[in-house]
């Protein structure tokens, strides 16, 4: 199993511009979560969705969006980047929502706005 | 306000020293609580979990409720527990993980 797969590792991008992040969960993992951690930060809840529906959201604008596809595979999308958006992304699969205890991370794509 | 603090940012120890590191957190209810660890140029992976009152890696934590803390412990540091230390926080009936904003334990030769 290659365990929680992020794309792309790294990604450097202007202000203004859009950015799409991908997430493939371990196999069998229903849940996908998104956090994001800024340098010197913990990581901070984004989003959470399961069996395709928004389960959780986090104190972030609405220019931050998410989807999961029938594969349980997951995109975090973020709009009208901001300098502050510079952050390392974190994808986290579980079995079912409420298994935190189960959430396995990702790498992370790590994000440069410039 | 649910909130997990961490008020050291780095701790250094030597080998063989006892090692303790902070978590303290507010919670007003009955919180699932977690240690995380991210060894240099690996995953946040979890190092355990207060309800199941395990010991990995030599490290326990204790949940006392009265001081709303959750200190991770390891009466013995090694040099391969050097590494980033993360304290994090479960709210009942919600699917997101509250962290710290992290320890780094140094461990010296």
């Known amino acids: 199993d290659a365990g929680v797969t992020q794309s792309p590792t790294h990604l450097i991008k202007t202000r203004g511009q859009q950015v799409t992040l991908r997430c493939s969960p371990i196999?069998?993992?229903?849940?996908v979560s998104w956090y994001q951690q800024v340098l010197g930060q913990g990581p901070q809840f984004i989003f959470q969705?399961?069996?395709?529906?928004?389960?959780g959201r986090g104190n972030f604008p609405d220019r931050f969006s998410a989807r999961q596809f029938p594969n349980y595979s997951s995109e975090l999308n973020v709009n009208a980047l901001l300098l502050g958006d510079s952050a390392l992304y974190l994808c986290?699969?579980?079995?079912?929502?409420?298994?935190?205890?189960?959430?396995?991370f990702g790498s992370g794509t790590r994000l440069t706005v410039v | 306000a649910q909130r997990v603090t961490q008020p050291e940012k780095l701790l250094s120890v030597f080998k063989g020293a006892p090692v303790e590191l902070k978590c303290n957190y507010s919670?007003?209810?009955?919180?699932?609580l977690f240690w995380y660890v991210q060894y240099s140029r690996q995953r946040l992976q979890l190092l355990l979990r207060?309800?199941s009152r395990e010991s990995i890696k030599g490290f326990t934590a204790d949940l006392n409720k009265g001081e709303t803390s959750f200190h991770l412990k390891k009466p013995f540091a090694q040099e391969e527990d050097s590494a980033m230390y993360y304290c994090a926080l479960s709210p009942y009936n919600t699917d997101k993980l509250i962290f710290g904003t992290g320890t780094r334990l140094q461990v010296f030769p």
């Open positions: 207060h309800i």
């Open positions: 986290a699969s579980s079995l079912d929502p409420r298994d935190t205890y189960g959430y396995t």
């Open positions: 969705y399961y069996e395709k529906e928004e389960r």
């Open positions: 919670y007003s209810g009955s919180p699932e």
């Open positions: 196999s069998g993992h229903k849940s």
